[in-house]
């Protein structure tokens, strides 16, 4: 089996056979999984312990489990994490130092982790946001190798979207659910089986060694049907405006005083967000003094402490950090990276407290640019 | 010559004070860096300050605390408040929202031996503070840091932001937009660890308001996931009741 060969169907048993080739391969498999009340990415030891016959039910700030009679195993989305848990982790030692009684001080370098993975049940949305974080991580002058080493090494087995979410709208972030490439395997799941596509040579010897048949016009023909259904029912949209254009002239919004006072500065939104990268760095001493350490953790524009330089915060009102945030994702994003901040996932909808919707935010600052464009006309 | 550390208690319970005696792989090493002077918990020995780092507990409830805490400022370099009582006024600030006098007839037989203010309140109201730790009780590796911090001549490392930053760190599953169960993460300071969402509960709040707060913005929140106008008081006057107030009407 090569990239460019027809598409491979593999049964149940053969999704548990591929678990097992990855397991055996020395790879901790991530995957979705059952964990209170949710469908979390944690580390699986079968296929097993894949969500079969759990789907989601969501709206703006609000996440349900619903079971599914079809017994699917990847008909949810919008779960609390991303794989940015896994390439880009919350909290990453950087390197050490001692000092000696002499005095002198000595600094080791923290080689980074980077574990084998392979990423089962990626969906299209979350696949293009690990094209662009990486884009971020590593593709400017000064690359973030422990990310690097380990998206280097992770084996991505992607699952096409045949179940959008109340909260999703990837089509009209210029996505949709079907794969784009940047895969090792794809599955489409149909009626309990899935189809198989290969997209690189390491994946091609991974199929080998599952038991798998061809697929046949038939099922790839309902394969194409699923994710062509898929790509009319998103729950949600953004306008279709030039977004970048409409964040560059809405820095003055009335909008965000009324976000602002919905919004909690929580940080949730950009910690499930799968492209949001920020980071700190802390110093961890001991009470000798002796032992020093550098973290690097996640931090968020909505944390007062961001935009802290001298003498305060620069973005000091939730306003302002609100603004930050959408404006960097939708609009200079574009500048510093070359494309837009937002796949469409829905995960800053559904995991928001309050529920703020952010299709439902940039439907509103168009109609305010509307608006401003009607009064100086 | 060893920097000298003393710890005072005004109107509380003990746990924060007993948190330092709970640190028991730091406090050899703890005593191995200053001389520990006044630490009644631990021992009756005591030495005179002046003191290089207080840790005071507790708030100022009578004229007695009000005058002592101005010793105690008067006897020390640094100043650390640690926990909700010396931080916001603790649960006894309820106080604050009654009729004191109402309260002594009814709880005490001989109300005439009750000598009390009619608030509770932070030693910040009181005297100048160099730095307030937070929680009810605070975090042992809070503690540890602001000592460590304190020892190095740095600010300490304790964070402004919410504990929905450590739930979604160490991958607790949000127990708000999962469960409904109404949660005061949103608007609370991080430092313990987002421990009650871990065990699948809201959080209520004993670390106090975070560093930047929209209280007003959680309220319907709150009241989404259940809870009537009551409640929602009910929910935000425990351990930190005047400081939920303050954001409530800023």
């Not at chain 2, 964070?159 to 993460?185: D, I, W």
Request: net charge negative.
């Amino acid at each position: 089996m090569s990239v460019t060969a027809a598409p491979a169907l593999l049964d149940r048993d053969g999704l548990n056979a591929l678990v097992s080739a990855l397991v055996a391969q020395g790879r901790t498999v991530i995957g979705p999984t059952v964990r209170d009340g949710a469908i979390v990415l944690a580390e699986l030891d079968s296929a097993d312990a894949l969500p079969f016959g759990w789907g989601v039910e969501l709206d703006a700030g609000r996440y349900r489990l619903v079971r599914r009679e079809d017994g699917a195993a990847f008909a949810h989305s919008a779960g609390p994490q991303s794989w940015k848990n896994f390439l880009h982790p919350a909290r990453e030692r950087l390197w050490s130092a001692e000092r000696t009684p002499e005095g002198d001080v000595s600094f080791t370098p923290q080689e980074p982790a980077v574990p084998s993975y392979a990423f089962l049940g990626v969906r299209p949305c979350d696949l293009r946001a690990i094209a662009i974080q990486g884009r971020v991580l590593t593709g400017g002058r000064h690359a973030d190798g422990g990310y690097a080493g380990r998206r280097e090494r992770a084996l991505i087995v992607a699952v096409e979207c045949t179940e959008p979410g109340a909260a999703c709208f990837c089509v009209s972030t210029g996505g949709g659910p079907a794969v784009d490439p940047g895969y090792d395997l794809a599955l489409t799941e149909v009626d309990g089986r899935f189809l198989v596509r290969v997209g690189s040579d390491e994946g091609a010897a991974l199929l080998e060694q599952v038991p798998h048949r061809g697929a046949g016009p038939d099922v790839e023909e309902s394969a194409r049907a699923a994710v062509d259904s898929a790509r009319e029912r998103m729950g949600r949209a953004l306008p279709p405006v030039d977004l970048r254009a409409l964040m560059g002239a809405s820095l003055t919004a009335e909008r965000w005083d009324d976000v602002a006072a919905r919004c909690l500065t929580c940080g949730n939104c950009t910690m499930v967000c799968p492209t949001c990268f920020c980071t700190t760095t802390e110093e961890v001493t001991d009470l000798t003094g002796d032992h020093t350490e550098r973290w690097q953790r996640w931090d968020s524009c909505f944390d007062l402490d961001f935009s802290y330089l001298h003498g305060g915060p620069v973005r000091s009102s939730p306003r302002s950090r609100y603004r930050q945030w959408l404006t960097h994702k939708l609009g200079t994003w574009h500048d510093q990276f070359g494309t837009s901040g937002c796949v469409g996932c829905g995960r800053c909808i559904a995991w928001c407290p309050a529920g703020i919707d952010i299709t439902e935010e940039v439907a509103a600052l168009d109609t305010e640019r509307a608006a401003r464009g009607t009064e100086t006309d | 010559m060893k920097p000298t550390l003393a710890v005072f208690k005004l109107a509380s319970c003990d746990g924060c004070q007993l948190t330092l005696l709970d640190c028991e792989d730091e406090l050899l090493t703890l005593a191995g860096e200053v001389e520990i002077s006044h630490f009644l918990e631990a021992s009756s020995s005591v030495a005179g300050g002046p003191y290089d780092l207080t840790l005071v507990e507790g708030s100022v409830t009578t004229a007695g605390d009000a005058e002592r805490i101005r010793a105690i400022r008067a006897a020390s370099r640094h100043l650390v408040t640690i926990g909700a009582c010396a931080t916001a006024g603790g649960i006894q600030a309820l106080r604050n929202f009654a009729d004191v006098d109402a309260y002594r007839r009814v709880v005490y037989a001989h109300p005439e031996y009750i000598d009390t203010l009619a608030t509770s309140t932070p030693v910040s109201a009181h005297v100048d503070v160099d730095f307030e730790l937070r929680g009810c009780p605070i975090d042992k590796r809070q503690l540890i840091e602001v000592l460590t911090a304190f020892l190095a001549g740095r600010k300490p490392n304790v964070p402004n932001h919410s504990v929905c930053f450590e739930c979604k760190r160490r991958g607790t599953v949000c127990v708000t937009v999962a469960h409904g169960t109404p949660c005061l993460g949103p608007v609370t300071r991080a430092g313990c660890g987002a421990l009650c969402p871990a065990y699948r509960r809201g959080c209520f709040g004993c670390f106090g308001p975070s560093g930047s707060v929209n209280l007003p913005a959680l309220v319907p929140v709150l009241r989404r996931d259940g809870l009537d106008e009551g409640d929602v008081q009910r929910f935000l006057h425990t351990f930190n009741a005047t400081a939920f107030d303050e954001e409530l009407s800023p």
